[in-house]
């Protein structure tokens, strides 16, 4: 079992920065790439990033290039997400997630464990 606590969202201005960090707990999470997915009201979670146990390979979508940055501190368990440059378009629930293996993917059917989320809001 992998389990997934999410932290560090809130209500943030637009043009501002935030840094998301899930914490994990339980056997294997230096075996597997981690991602962020997102969902917004009314729509479906979407692929945000990943990075591979290594941390050295990642992965974003598009709508996040050049403004989002994935690490991971297998010492620690943990991996974050630093956004910049936020936009109202970015309020979503984000989620943590744990692939069940050591590809990038971006399909949710991809990843086995998922932390409960936590609520970025970005105001305009």
């Known amino acids: 079992q992998v389990r997934l606590v999410e932290s560090g969202g809130g209500l943030v201005q637009a043009g501002g920065s935030l840094r998301l960090s899930c914490a994990a707990s339980g056997r294997t999470f230096t075996s597997r790439a981690m991602g962020w997915f997102r969902q917004a009201p009314g729509k479906e979670r979407e692929f945000v990033t990943a990075?591979?146990?290594?941390?050295?390979?990642?992965a974003y979508a598009d709508s996040v290039k050049g403004r989002a940055t994935i690490s991971r501190d297998n010492a620690k368990n943990t991996v974050s997400l630093q956004m910049n440059s936020l936009k109202p378009e970015d309020t979503a629930v984000y989620y943590c997630?744990?692939?069940?293996?050591?590809?990038?993917?971006?399909?949710?059917?991809?990843?086995?464990?998922w932390g409960q989320g936590t609520q970025v809001t970005v105001s305009s």
């Open positions: 997630a744990a692939s069940r293996s050591d590809g990038l993917a971006s399909g949710t059917y991809n990843y086995h464990y």
């Open positions: 990075i591979n146990w290594s941390g050295a390979n990642t």
